[in-house]
């Protein structure tokens, strides 16, 4: 029995190491025949630039009805291709490779910064500007400046149209800041005087006064003034002034002619001194009337015998100065009557 028992244990240790021995062989059979899949281990790298300036991730936009960011185009190593795909904000390549792809990524809208010198910029402008759009920009000058430049940043190029006053920037893409110059308007008066003298030009800056001196000529006075451009001068003891100049002018000052006005001339009647030494040629002694632009003559000559003798005329106190002729005889002139007038004639011996 004990024998028995042995040799039935024997045999059952036996089968479980033929069990055991076919399935290692079994095993090991099945790893010899499958291989196990080698991972890929290339890969793209990739820079991202946002308006050519490298960032440290990948621009993203938090609103995707408008975003903040566009995506402008790709760059990459060894001739790779691919597409960027705007829902799931990637790039997706045609083959992955150990290899750069610089991404590039712009604004969709851009900063635009407008200051004035000497203006004043409108609370209505846009500050954001669409990628590529132009934008307009009302500036406008203080009271009496005009446009001088415009200065923007990385030298942009812009334009002033003072008609309107409106700063223009073509194509939009980059973030802009602009100021606009205006200084003091320089203004012209010319001045233009009629029957007179005083003509001139002066130049002055906006909101100053403007002076000249003119003076008419004999017999005129009361000038008509116009100026052009609403500008208004005023005239005061032959000085013409323009208080604020606020625009070029020409300004006419014109004389206007003075109405002669009448006076009377009287003469003393003359003593028998006078009668005997002296004879009236032509004029007389009675009394004549004579304009304020008009003039009264009397040619006196010395009888024989007293040819050493000439007439002594006052009038109102003022001796009137003869004009000799070759016949020996003397021309007085009266002239200049602004009052009623009366004379004396006296003969007088000539010590020339």
Known sequence: MKNKGLIIFITILFLLSSTASIIGYIESKKDVNE?????????????????DVLQTSIPINENTEEPTYLFNRYQCEDNISG???????????????NAVCKLYFVKTYYDVIITA??????????????RESDGKFIVIPNEGYEFKEVNCSNDKKATYDSKNSTLNINVIMEDIACKVNFEIRSLRADIVVKNGEGTATETVNYGESVSAIVKPKDGYENP?????????????NNKLSIEKLTDDTKCTVEFVKVKPITYDLSFEELDEDTKEKLQIITGSTDTVKVSTDGSYSLTIKPNEGFENYKAKIVCNKNTIVPTP????????TISGLVENTKCTITAQENTN
């Open 117 to 130: 010198a000497n203006g004043s910029v409108s609370e209505d402008n846009q500050t954001k500007i669409a």
């Open 224 to 236: 008509k003034i116009t100026c052009s451009n609403k500008q208004e001068a005023i005239f005061d």
């Open 35 to 51: 291989k196990p899949p080698v991972e890929n281990k290339e890969s793209i790298t990739y820079e991202y630039y946002l308006e």
């Open 83 to 97: 597409t960027f795909n705007e829902q799931e904000w990637k790039f997706i390549p045609d083959e992955e490779k």
């Open 325 to 332: 002729s070759e016949d020996g005889s003397y021309i007085y």
